[in-house]
Nanobody, 115 residues
Framework: QVQLVESGGGLVQPGGSLRLSCAAS????????MGWYRQAPGKQRELVAT???????YYADSVKGRFTISRDDAKNTVYLEMNSLQPEDTAVYYC?????????WGQGTQVTVSS
């Protein structure tokens, strides 16, 4: 059974940092481009960042320079390091392959940026 489990979210003050993790099972993780996505209240889910099997990265303009995506294929895990967080980063964060597979959406992890 293929499963992606996100963790690491929480409440943080503006300017703070968080590191999200996504552990994968049931797939040949190393062969997939992986992505982080987010959905803010009342908005559509959006792509935040991707990382290819060769570790090439892409970032949405809104997070470029503040977020870093990385992967550890030995641990079947993809990470999202988030710095200089702002209230507009508040959302539920999800990982998935890129392009996303409908069947792989998990519960996500809530990130709330507030003073």
């Amino acid at each position: 059974q293929v499963q992606l489990v996100e963790s690491g979210g929480g409440l943080v003050q503006p300017g703070g940092s968080l590191r999200l993790s996504c552990a994968a099972s049931g797939i040949i993780f190393s062969s997939y481009t992986m992505g982080w996505y987010r959905q803010a209240p009342g908005k559509q889910r959006e792509l935040v960042a991707t990382i290819t099997s060769g570790s090439r990265t892409y970032y949405a303009d809104s997070v470029k320079g503040r977020f870093t995506i990385s992967r550890d294929d030995a641990k079947n895990t993809v990470y999202l390091e988030m710095n200089s967080l702002q209230p507009e980063d508040t959302a539920v964060y999800y990982c998935n392959t890129w392009p996303a597979r409908w069947s792989l959406w998990g519960q996500g992890t809530q990130v709330t940026v507030s003073s």
